[in-house]
Each structure stands twice: as structure tokens, then as C-alpha cells.
């Protein structure tokens, strides 16, 4: 019988490589391996997790109890807003590009991604569009508009100074996302391993595949929304200034054409992580994969045309109410399809429950209660009710608390050991789990009910005859068991980095390509290019004589990207263009920061395209 | 087994920064380069349908003028819409020329291109210049607001298209291109700059033209 | 079918009459117990405190057509969930790997005909629970009919107060702020706008919000049915005093006055004919020592904001996007601030001489009057009646 062992069998392969990677910062500072891209992406976003989530504590500390008085005002709503800008933009968006820069490749057996030097310039638009809008709290005050930016309240009549922060730092992002959106759709179907056939790509990376191309072409329309409104902001232009015949609709329109879709970015890749895992798990394959894959690519054709529903209140009119409505609940049957599928796969498996299962299989009834409040959303009389209160908030937590953060802490504990070679403590996980598990139920299940009560969100005080105490001091508390949960879970992180058991090619007795190389995969990532039979290729090549993946004798001749500054300095120049606007708030002539910036980004241009990699 | 193995697409190990790819290695048989191009175009359309959407929802909603029948000049906005026409054509020479490997007469067709793509940005400067001395400025109304943004990206896209044509023009005169990867290189800015020029086409059909059929 | 007929209730008692409809509903009901759990967690809440704004006790047609689709999405989520969790818990519990066993399970890949039922019946419901909603859609949208009478009101979100303009029937012409009163069993259609950013007028208890947005007016038609007092507030984030942009609605009976509970005590209500009556009075002069609160009411330039209706010198503001609420009856008002303070002259008084300090951001400047004068002033305008 093959096993994972046969692999050590095969020569490394041969490089040819430009210049050769540096060690140390410049090694950080000018890679373009896209394992260490992911893992600066993922290392970003836990870090913002934890500062999203200290937003949200704070503000909860607020709502604790009635009338109190910690955080009031735009201090609250500069709070509300960072926390949702921070969760949605610099935490699960970067960790899903984590999972998705280190893991795409070596799903589909390749040794990079397609373009190596842009993937490491939208990692630094990303790092520095997060650090433009959280300058906002050094330079100035946190944006209070909400992170929905509804204008006009986002304008300078009305918006306080944040907000210039915030459309300067998503402008970045939305930059970042577009590039890599494009250069991941062109590695995941144009770098795959021989014989793997899209029916064969593994299904993180087919959601990957359908998230790419919504964070493509979604992403464009908020670039526009925001591009209006810093026109209006900087130079006065009328796009939202209802006094010269704008319409606030128009925001909310470009806003939630970017938001939807946005929605199933950010889940997607976790439904991914869970169809990995609980196979793996369940020793058996995925039920319905073809089925799983479809679901996925069904949601993000229909996620463009379901934007409407966020607008049930605004007036957009009985028939645009109704459309959008009917399209929304078809989102309902493919999710039901995933839903059922997973628990096909757990049906008849012989299942074991390590942390990274414990949270695969929690993903399901927590997300399943999140889906079925959306089905409630989706009904236009009903949610004319529950818009804009806290049985929304209460929904869209369980899909992206129970589903898309419970699904990327799942991932973390899978991956962990072949990112770092080092296991992670069960123990500790197991507690991570249960508080958090805990925690999370303890916060968000009460606000169904502070909902049903007439409680409005965003809303910094309540007073004590609302009916909503018990509600909101039970949420406060949820939140300091997931706060202790996620702290453990870094410091596990931490302390495996030194004390981990070695975990070895394949922990997990795992069934697709990124286990069949060393725990941390070497810069080429596999030795030799492999063959895929199957879509699961080890697990056939460890149970199937005839699918065993062949080791070739012979070392391969490969070309290795080189490291290159490049990005960075085009990166720098797009963010000179970005502060040089700000700064034109200032004193007008700091536009010339931005001139300074365009011609950076020229130059490195044409350095980056007549350097040899 | 051996059949499947047949049937495997084959596959380039490495990757292709700025095209130095061919064409056989790799899934789709379309080089990455390329490939990325239709993906960004598409990214492209979703942008450029925001600005043009956005200017026909506001389109008659504006308090007060100029209205747009009086400032655009169909003379002027014409000529320069037959420039940027023409330059496509020379951008499809160009294409040609480097398939033929003829570099040098390539290059003759990118300053070509780029020369009436910077010629049709000045015709743009012009024309804002003239809009303005009429009165009608970014923040006069909702019609000058979206005019401008949306036509002032348009013209930021040929700016970019013509930076990139004369940057590919310095890399074919320092030998960086060589005659292997250029073919893809010069179609995808090719790409590029059709699709800009089919935006012109559009907005110059919906915004310019049928202001003036009613 | 009228809403009201197809309860919850009414269906179950029809579907008790069939066999295979009671062994849907036993089914039904064997989910809903399985659901159990959570459900008491969620009634855990509800049972410590009244919820004198549950969406779900509707007072008007709207109300009850929201309430309709809760009550059976909600019963439908449960089982649908209970499902869910039963699957799943029997399979983590059935299916556990023994110790030592270290064999594969079955490798099974799909099944076609499972997949396709469990597309089917999510799909049939969809298409189920669809085609009532978008009745449901219009239904609510719909306009009253021009030819009954239909009360209509000009409902205005500034930051962070309502103001409200009668346009016919007995009060046309009214203008009041953050307290509406309307006749009960009436068509009433308000006109939502707004005069800066986005607001969103929210009584729970009558049903749907509907968004105030500026430029735009869309109308909110529905008929109340039960009087009494309901508590609301603004619902879309409009700045720093968003929490403090409280409304009541204020039920009138339209033939003799009634007692209604309010926060657990008996308040009696006037008919709306004699409530309009009341408002359409010019404000009563202030006499003996209230002139002096009139003069300072003055003096402090009060009125450049602020109307009342019938005294000298106080009626000169032009209405505008900026003006303040109209203060004619401010006396009669039960809150103060939009329902941020109960009203009385301690709570004006607080409320005048620094603004600021009770909602953030106020437009109302701070010091333009001395604590000493805003006493003066807040007694004169209790007396407004």
C-alpha cells in the first residue's frame, strides 16, 4: 500500500532563480512566495480580529446596562463603525486570503499563483488601506457613519472627519481585492496540476474560484461609491447633496451591489474550509461534491441580483420590493442543498472530533439558525419590521460568528500544523471551542429577542423601561467568554510556534495535494509536479493501488519567481496618491503628494516590467 | 489510467510574470497574461457601468443648468471620437506587426497609438476647459458632477493605455522585449485599449448623441 | 382570505380535521419539541420583562400582516431546524468512530435520488412561503382608497426630532413634533421625508418602518385599530443623537375618551376631535410671573427657531429645514427632547440650559440661557397647554 512516506522518496527539484530570496525582514519585505503572503494576510487578520473584537467589547460595555453613559454619541458610533469595518475588511477578508493565498496553490498542485509580484502588491494596498483607516483615530476621530456609509450622513455636512479615513482605506482595499481577485482566478483555472479538472479542484479552492470572481466584480461598483463620495467630500462635487437634486438611493444602491455579494465572500470560503474538513474527518468523501460545487457557484451568480433586500424600507416601491424578495429566498435552496450535503458526509462516516471538526460541525446548526433568520429577512412584510433592529443583527452574527469565523477558526486548526509544522494543543482548542461556543449563543441568540422587543441597532443608550435589560446584559457577558476563547486560541497559536508536536506530512490522514508535501511545504512547494487522478488524490493515492500518485526518478528543472521590491514601491505610490487627496483637506497645494505618488507608481511600473524574475 | 494521463492538459510548473509564457503550458490553453486581461476587462465593466448607470439615474435630475445640449459641441467631441477610432486601428497594426515579429514597425504603431490616444486626452482638456468657461464645473449640478467623473476616468484610462503603449514602445527600443513574448505583451495592452475605446463608443453613442435626437 | 381569518390557530384546528393533516401536524409538533431548547432560551427573556414595544402584538393592519408571516416563518424555521439538529446530533452520536476500529466506512459519493428531493422540497417550500409574501408586498403598499377619508401627515426626520404636518381632515394645518396622534379605525397615509440625512420613523407595536430619506417622500398607509400610546423611535443611524430620536404614537378613540395602561398606569385619552380641538387653540398669554419666562423666551432669541402660535412676537420664524418644533402646545406633550425626558418644567429647564448634555450634538446651542433664566422659561412653557 502507497502511503505519504513515498513522497520523501523524490530529489528536490532543481531552480532556476533570478536572484535568490534574502533572509530576515528583506526576506518579508520583498517575497513573493504566496505562503508568505498568506501567511502576513492571515497574521494581519487575527491581529485585527482581536482589535475588532476589543471595539465590540467596548460598546458592549455600553449596552450593558441602560442609560449609561462610557461611550456616547459619535464616540459610540465611531466604535459601531470601526468594529463592523474592521471584522468585515482588515479581519475575515484578510484570513480568508490567508487561507486562500497559502492554500489555492497548493490545492491544485501548483507552485505559485499566476502573477507572484501583484499577489504581494495587494497585500501591501491591504496592509495599508487598514492602516489608513485606523489612522483615523491618531490623525483625527473614527469614522461614525456606520460601516454601510449611507449618504448623506457620510458627507461633509453631516459625516465627521473619519470618514475621509474610511473611503481612503477602502479605496486601498477595494484596489487590493480587485488585483487579487483577478490573479486568483487566472491561477485556480490556469495552474492546476495535470489532470486535475475543475470537476476535481478541491472544494475550498472552487469557493475560492466563485469568491474571486465576485470580489472582481463586485468590488467596482463600491470603488464607485466611494470614488462620489470622495469627489463630493474633497472637491465638492454634488452626488449625494440632496439640496442640488441628489438622491440617497443612489448609495445604497452602489453600496449593496458591492454588500452582497460581499456577504457570500465572506462565507463561501468557510462552507469550503467545513467540505474539507468534514471529510476528513468523517472518513468518507463529501456527499454530492458535484452538487456542493454547484450550490457555491449558484449563490454567486444570485447574490448579484439580490442587493435590493437590504433596501425593503428605503421605498424603492412595491414591484422593485417584490422582485428582490422572490430572488432572495431562491438563495435559500442551494444552501439547504449544502446544508443536507454535510449531512450526508457525517451519515454513515466513522467520525473523530479533534477542534478543527469540533468547529466544522458546530458551523452547521449555527449557520443553519442564521440561514433560517434570512429566510424570515427575505419576506418583505416581515422585515419591515426587523430591518435596521437587532433580530438583523442577530442574523447576520450567527451567519458570520457561527458560520464564516467558526468555519476560518476550523481552518486554522486544520492548517496550522502544515503552515507551521507544529500541532496545535487540543486541550486548549477544546476550551477555545466551548467558550466560544458559549459565548457566541450567550450574545447573539438574545438579540433575536431584543429585536422581536422593538430594539433599533446602532442606538448607543436604551432606557430601563424598553423591556430590553436581561437581553442586553446577557449579550455583554456572551462577549467575554468569546474574547477569552479567541485569546487562548492565540496564545495556542504562540506557544505551539515553540511547543508543538511535530505534526509531519499529513496529521490529519488527509486526501488532497497540500498534505502530500512537508509540514512547512518548501519554497517550491512540491518536489515534483503532481498527477491527479481523483478528486482526492492522496486519499486514492494512500487506499487505491491504481490512482497511486507516481514519483518520478528524476529531479524537475524548475523556474522560481525572485524576490523583488517592486510591489512595495508601487503600493507606496498608490498610498502617496491616496494620502495627497486626504492631505488636499489640508492645504490645497498637498495635492502635489498625489503627483509624487503617480509618478512613484509610473516608475516602479516600468522597473517592475524590465526587471527579469 | 494512461488514458487520463493522456488527457491531462499539461502543465508549466512556474509562473509568467508580464507574459514570458507560451501558450501550450497551461490549463485553459489561454496565457495567464491574457487570461488576467478579460478577467480585469470584465472588473472593468462593472466600473465603468457604475459611472455610466450613475450618470443616466441622475440624467434630467439636475436643479438648474447648463443642460447638456448646451455645452457639447457635436463637432468637436466628433473629431476626437474619430481619433480614438483610428487609434484602435493602429493598435490592430500593431498586434499584426509583432505577430509578423516585425518589432520595429510595431513600435512605429504604439508611438502611433499612443500619439492620437494623448491627442484625444487633449481634445478632453479642451473640451472640460470650454465646459467650465460655460459653466458648468464638477459642482454646479448633479449633470456636472457625473459628467465629469465619468468622462475624467475614461480619459484617466486612456492616460494609462497611453503610458503603457509608450512604456512598451522604451522596452522594445532597449531590447527588453524580445520577438518571443512580445505577441502577447502588445495584444494584451491591445485588449486594453480596444475595451477603452469601446466605452468612449458607448458613452459618446448614450451621452452625446441622443441628447440631441430627441 | 383575510389575514386575520388565516392564524396560526385557525389552520391548525383546519388541519386537525384530516388524518394525514394530523399526522402533519404531530409531526410538526415532534420538531417543534426538538427545538425546545433553544426556543425556552429565547422565551427566557421574554418572561423577566414586558415588552411594551413587541412587534408582534400589532395594532394595525400592517402590524398584523408582519406579525402573520413571524408566527409562520417562525413555526416553519423551528421545524426546519429541528430537522436539521436531529440529523445531526443522531449522526455525531451513531457514528463516532469506535476505539480500534480502523477501517474505512463506506465510500459512498452522492446519492441522485436523495440530492434531487432535498432540492425539491426546499424549493416547493420557497415557492410556498413566496407567493403569500408578494400578496403580502402589495398589500402593504397599497393606497386607500381617494374616496374614503384618509387622515394625511407630512412626517419630516430631522436630527434628532419628527416633526409632523397635518394636511387634511379636522387638524389640517397642524404642526406638532415628535408626538403623533391619530383617529383609530382611520386610513391614515404619512408622507416620509427628510430635512437632513436619512431617519427612519419606527413604532414597533403598529408595524413596519419605513426610511425618511431626504429629496424623497414615500407614503406609509395603514389603518390603526387599537388606541393607546405606543413608543418608537428613529431605526436608520442618523448621527450622534440617534438614540435620542424618540416618537410616540398617541391612538386617539374617535367617539369619547378612554383609559388606556401606559407603563403600568391608567392614562386616559381624549377623542381626536377634541384632542384637535385643543391643538388649533391659539397658545393661552402668560399671566403674573409666567411673563416674565414669555420676555425671556424673547430675549434669548427663542423664537428665531421656535413658533408659537397667537403670542406676540414668537410667531416670526419662517419655517425651514433648520426650524426647531413648534412649541404652541408644549405643555401637552409627555416627553420632551423627542420623548428623551419626561416632560415637566425641572426636565425643560435641565434641557434648555445646556442641550448638549442631554443629547449629544444637539442643535439647540448651549448657554443661551443661565440655569436661573431656563427655570423662568421652562414655567412658561409648561403652561402652554
Known amino acids: 500500500m502507497a502511503s505519504v512516506a513515498d513522497f520523501a522518496q523524490a530529489q528536490a527539484p532543481v531552480y532556476h532563480q533570478e536572484r535568490p530570496a534574502k533572509s530576515g525582514l528583506v526576506d518579508w519585505l520583498t517575497t513573493v512566495d504566496h505562503?508568505?503572503?498568506?501567511?502576513?494576510?492571515?497574521?494581519?487578520?487575527?491581529?485585527?480580529?482581536?482589535?475588532?473584537?476589543?471595539?465590540?467589547?467596548?460598546?458592549?460595555?455600553?449596552?450593558a446596562k441602560p442609560d449609561q453613559d462610557l461611550f456616547i454619541g459619535t464616540q459610540y458610533n465611531g466604535l459601531v463603525t470601526m468594529h463592523a469595518t474592521?471584522?468585515?475588511?482588515?479581519?475575515?477578508?484578510?484570513?480568508?486570503?490567508?487561507?486562500?493565498?497559502?492554500?489555492?496553490?497548493?490545492?491544485?498542485?501548483?507552485?505559485?499563483?499566476?502573477?507572484?509580484?501583484?499577489?504581494?502588491?495587494?497585500?501591501y494596498t491591504f496592509l495599508f488601506g487598514s492602516l489608513v483607516i485606523n489612522a483615523s483615530i491618531?490623525?483625527?476621530?473614527?469614522?461614525?457613519?456606520?460601516?454601510?456609509?449611507?449618504?448623506?450622513?457620510?458627507?461633509?455636512?453631516?459625516?465627521?472627519?473619519g470618514m475621509d479615513f474610511w473611503w481612503a482605506g477602502l479605496v486601498l482595499l477595494a484596489i487590493s481585492s480587485m488585483v487579487a481577485g483577478v490573479n486568483f482566478v487566472?491561477?485556480?483555472?490556469?495552474?492546476?496540476?495535470?489532470?486535475?479538472?475543475?470537476?476535481?479542484?478541491?472544494?475550498?479552492?472552487?469557493?475560492?474560484?466563485?469568491?474571486?470572481?465576485?470580489?472582481?466584480?463586485?468590488?467596482?461598483?463600491?470603488?464607485?461609491?466611494?470614488?462620489?463620495?470622495?469627489?463630493?467630500?474633497?472637491?465638492?462635487?454634488?452626488?449625494?447633496?440632496t439640496a442640488m437634486g441628489g438622491d440617497p438611493h443612489l448609495w445604497q444602491h452602489l453600496f449593496w451591489l458591492f454588500g452582497h455579494p460581499e456577504v457570500y465572500v465572506l462565507i463561501l470560503p468557510s462552507m469550503g474550509i467545513v467540505s474539507e474538513v468534514l471529510p476528513v474527518?468523517?472518513?468518507?468523501?463529501?456527499?454530492?461534491?458535484?452538487?456542493?460545487?454547484?450550490s457555491g457557484v449558484f449563490i454567486g451568480f444570485v447574490g448579484f441580483g439580490v442587493w435590493g433586500h437590504h433596501m425593503f424600507t428605503a421605498g424603492m416601491g412595491p414591484i422593485a420590493d417584490a422582485v428582490f424578495a422572490a430572488t432572495t429566498a431562491v438563495i435559500a435552496i442551494p444552501t439547504g442543498v449544502?446544508?443536507?450535503?454535510?449531512?450526508?458526509?457525517?451519515?454513515?462516516?466513522?467520525?473523530?472530533?479533534?477542534?478543527?471538526?469540533?468547529?466544522?460541525?458546530?458551523?452547521?446548526?449555527?449557520?443553519?439558525?442564521?440561514?433560517?433568520?434570512?429566510?424570515?429577512?427575505?419576506?418583505?412584510?416581515?422585515?419591515?419590521?426587523?430591518?435596521?433592529?437587532?433580530?438583523?443583527?442577530a442574523h447576520f452574527h450567527y451567519v458570520l460568528v457561527g458560520g464564516a469565523l467558526q468555519g476560518l477558526f476550523s481552518g486554522i486548526y486544520f492548517y496550522f500544523p502544515k503552515i507551521t509544522g507544529k500541532m496545535l494543543s487540543e486541550a486548549l482548542g477544546k476550551a477555545h471551542f466551548w467558550l466560544f461556543l458559549i459565548g457566541m449563543n450567550m450574545t447573539f441568540w438574545p438579540m433575536h429577542d431584543l429585536g422581536n422587543r422593538g430594539m433599533p441597532r446602532r442606538i448607543y443608550t436604551y432606557p430601563a423601561d424598553a423591556g430590553?435589560?436581561?437581553?442586553?446584559?446577557?449579550?455583554?457577558?456572551?462577549?467575554?467568554?468569546?474574547?477569552?476563547?479567541?485569546?487562548?486560541?492565540?496564545?495556542?497559536m504562540l506557544n505551539s510556534l515553540k511547543n508543538g508536536k511535530e505534526a509531519g506530512r499529513d496529521p490529519w490522514d488527509a486526501n488532497t495535494l497540500e498534505w502530500m508535501t512537508t509540514s512547512p511545504p518548501p519554497a517550491h512547494n512540491f518536489d515534483f509536479t503532481p498527477v491527479v487522478f481523483s478528486e482526492r488524490p492522496l486519499f486514492d493515492h494512500k487506499h487505491t493501488e491504481d490512482l497511486a500518485i507516481p514519483v518520478p526518478s528524476e529531479a524537475e528543472q524548475i523556474h522560481m519567481p525572485s524576490p523583488s521590491w517592486k510591489p512595495l514601491v508601487v503600493a507606496t505610490g498608490a498610498l502617496l496618491i491616496i494620502v495627497g487627496l486626504l492631505l488636499f483637506n489640508v492645504a490645497p497645494l498637498l495635492w502635489l503628494v498625489s503627483v509624487a505618488g503617480a509618478l512613484t507608481v509610473v516608475v516602479g511600473i516600468y522597473q517592475w516590467v524590465s526587471e527579469p524574475v | 489510467m494512461s488514458a487520463e494521463l493522456a488527457t491531462a492538459p499539461g502543465h508549466d510548473a512556474g509562473h509568467d510574470d508580464h507574459g514570458h509564457v507560451s501558450a501550450e503550458n497551461n490549463f485553459l490553453g489561454l496565457p495567464n497574461i491574457k487570461l488576467a486581461m478579460w478577467a480585469f476587462l470584465g472588473s472593468e465593466c462593472m466600473f465603468f457601468g457604475s459611472l455610466i448607470g450613475t450618470y443616466f439615474f441622475y440624467h434630467g435630475k439636475s436643479l438648474g443648468g447648463p443642460l447638456p445640449t448646451q455645452v457639447f459641441s457635436l463637432t468637436i467631441t466628433s473629431i476626437s471620437t474619430f481619433l480614438l477610432l483610428m487609434s484602435s486601428m493602429t493598435m490592430a497594426l500593431a498586434v499584426d506587426a509583432t505577430r509578423l515579429r516585425k518589432l520595429?514597425?510595431?513600435?512605429?504603431?504604439?508611438?502611433?497609438?499612443?500619439?492620437?490616444?494623448?491627442?484625444?486626452?487633449?481634445?478632453?482638456?479642451?473640451?472640460?476647459?470650454?465646459?467650465?468657461?460655460?459653466?458648468?464645473?464638477?459642482?454646479?449640478?448633479?449633470?456636472?458632477?457625473?459628467?465629469?467623473?465619468?468622462?475624467?476616468?475614461?480619459?484617466?484610462?486612456?492616460?494609462?493605455?497611453?503610458?503603457?503603449?509608450?512604456?512598451?514602445?522604451?522596452?522594445?527600443?532597449?531590447?527588453?522585449?524580445?520577438?518571443?513574448?512580445?505577441?502577447?505583451?502588445?495584444?494584451?495592452?491591445?485588449?486594453y485599449w480596444h475595451f477603452v475605446d469601446i466605452v468612449w463608443i458607448v458613452i459618446f453613442t448614450f451621452v452625446y448623441l441622443l441628447e440631441f435626437i430627441k | 382570505m383575510s389575514y386575520r381569518l388565516l392564524t396560526i390557530r385557525a389552520l391548525r384546528d383546519r388541519l386537525a380535521r384530516h388524518p394525514a393533516g394530523r399526522v402533519a401536524l404531530s409531526l410538526l409538533h415532534v420538531a417543534v419539541t426538538a427545538a425546545l431548547p433553544l426556543l425556552l432560551l429565547w422565551l427566557a427573556g421574554c418572561s423577566t420583562e414586558p415588552a411594551p414595544r413587541d412587534t408582534h402584538s400589532p395594532v394595525s393592519d400592517n402590524g398584523e400582516i408582519s406579525s402573520f408571516f413571524y408566527s409562520l416563518l417562525l413555526y416553519l424555521d423551528a421545524a426546519i431546524l429541528a430537522i436539521v439538529v436531529a440529523v445531526w446530533a443522531y449522526a455525531l452520536v451513531k457514528f463516532k468512530k469506535q476505539d480500534g476500529d480502523d477501517t474505512l466506512p463506506e465510500q459512498s459519493h452522492g446519492n441522485m435520488k436523495l440530492e434531487v428531493i432535498w432540492t425539491a422540497i426546499p424549493t416547493l417550500i420557497v415557492v410556498a412561503i413566496t407567493v403569500p409574501m408578494l400578496v403580502g408586498v402589495f398589500k402593504m403598499s397599497k393606497r386607500h382608497d381617494p374616496n374614503q377619508p384618509v387622515v394625511e401627515v407630512d412626517v419630516t426626520g430631522k436630527q434628532w426630532w419628527w416633526e409632523f404636518d397635518y394636511k387634511n381632515g379636522v387638524g389640517a394645518g397642524l404642526h406638532t413634533a415628535n408626538e403623533l396622534h391619530l383617529p383609530a379605525d382611520t386610513a391614515i397615509t404619512l408622507h416620509m421625508t427628510s430635512a437632513d440625512v436619512i431617519h427612519a420613523w419606527w413604532v414597533p407595536r403598529l408595524g413596519g418602518k419605513r426610511d425618511a430619506n431626504p429629496g424623497r417622500t414615500y407614503p406609509m398607509s395603514f389603518t390603526p385599530k387599537v388606541p393607546g400610546i405606543y413608543d418608537g423611535q428613529c431605526a436608520e443611524l442618523c448621527g450622534s443623537s440617534h438614540a435620542l430620536m424618540g416618537t410616540k404614537l398617541i391612538v386617539h378613540p374617535i367617539a369619547a375618551e378612554i383609559e388606556v395602561e401606559y407603563k403600568g398606569q391608567k392614562v386616559k385619552i381624549e377623542s381626536y376631535d377634541s384632542w384637535v380641538k385643543a391643538q388649533q387653540q391659539p397658545a393661552k398669554a402668560p399671566v403674573a410671573e409666567l411673563e416674565k419666562g414669555l420676555k425671556l423666551f424673547k430675549e434669548r432669541t427663542c423664537p428665531s427657531c421656535h413658533l408659537i402660535n397667537g403670542l406676540e412676537g414668537t410667531d416670526v420664524a419662517a419655517r425651514s429645514a433648520s426650524s426647531g418644533p413648534n412649541l404652541t402646545h408644549v405643555g401637552s406633550r409627555m416627553g420632551i427632547a423627542a420623548n428623551t425626558l419626561v416632560n415637566n418644567p425641572e426636565n425643560i429647564a435641565k434641557w434648555i440650559s445646556k442641550p448638549s448634555a442631554v443629547k449629544p450634538g444637539a442643535k439647540m446651542p448651549d448657554g443661551l440661557v443661565t440655569p436661573e433664566d431656563a427655570k423662568t422659561i421652562a414655567a412658561f412653557l409648561s403652561s402652554l397647554k
Open chain 1, 281 to 294: 474527518f468523517a472518513r468518507r468523501p463529501l456527499f454530492g461534491q458535484h452538487a456542493v460545487i454547484f
Open chain 1, 86 to 123: 474592521t471584522m468585515v475588511f482588515l479581519a475575515v477578508m484578510p484570513m480568508i486570503a490567508g487561507f486562500s493565498n497559502y492554500f489555492v496553490p497548493l490545492m491544485i498542485g501548483a507552485r505559485d499563483v499566476a502573477f507572484p509580484r501583484l499577489n504581494a502588491f495587494s497585500w
Open chain 1, 35 to 63: 505562503k508568505k503572503i498568506g501567511i502576513l494576510y492571515g497574521t494581519a487578520g487575527v491581529f485585527w480580529l482581536l482589535i475588532g473584537g476589543l471595539e465590540a467589547l467596548l460598546f458592549r460595555l455600553q449596552l
Open chain 1, 138 to 161: 491618531v490623525f483625527a476621530h473614527f469614522p461614525a457613519g456606520g460601516w454601510t456609509g449611507y449618504a448623506p450622513l457620510s458627507t461633509r455636512a453631516y459625516g465627521n472627519d
Open chain 1, 338 to 393: 449544502k446544508i443536507f450535503n454535510w449531512l450526508g458526509t457525517l451519515w454513515g462516516g466513522k467520525l473523530t472530533f479533534p477542534v478543527a471538526m469540533l468547529f466544522a460541525i458546530s458551523f452547521i446548526p449555527m449557520f443553519t439558525i442564521g440561514g433560517l433568520s434570512g429566510v424570515m429577512h427575505a419576506n418583505a412584510p416581515l422585515d419591515l419590521q426587523q430591518h435596521d433592529s437587532y433580530f438583523v443583527v
Open chain 1, 468 to 492: 430590553w435589560n436581561f437581553d442586553n446584559l446577557l449579550a455583554t457577558a456572551g462577549v467575554f467568554f468569546m474574547a477569552a476563547g479567541t485569546l487562548i486560541m492565540v496564545y495556542n
Open chain 1, 186 to 241: 487566472v491561477t485556480i483555472l490556469n495552474m492546476r496540476a495535470p489532470g486535475m479538472t475543475l470537476m476535481r479542484v478541491p472544494v475550498l479552492a472552487w469557493m475560492m474560484l466563485v469568491i474571486q470572481f465576485l470580489l472582481a466584480f463586485s468590488f467596482p461598483p463600491i470603488a464607485v461609491g466611494l470614488i462620489f463620495l470622495a469627489f463630493d467630500r474633497t472637491f465638492g462635487a454634488v452626488f449625494y447633496e
Open chain 2, 104 to 191: 520595429s514597425q510595431a513600435r512605429a504603431y504604439i508611438l502611433a497609438t499612443a500619439v492620437l490616444g494623448a491627442t484625444f486626452v487633449g481634445f478632453q482638456i479642451y473640451e472640460f476647459s470650454q465646459f467650465v468657461s460655460e459653466g458648468l464645473k464638477l459642482q454646479t449640478s448633479l449633470f456636472g458632477s457625473t459628467f465629469f467623473v465619468m468622462t475624467g476616468f475614461h480619459g484617466a484610462h486612456v492616460t494609462v493605455g497611453v503610458i503603457w503603449l509608450t512604456m512598451l514602445s522604451m522596452l522594445i527600443s532597449n531590447g527588453k522585449l524580445n520577438k518571443d513574448k512580445a505577441s502577447v505583451t502588445v495584444e494584451v495592452a491591445g485588449l
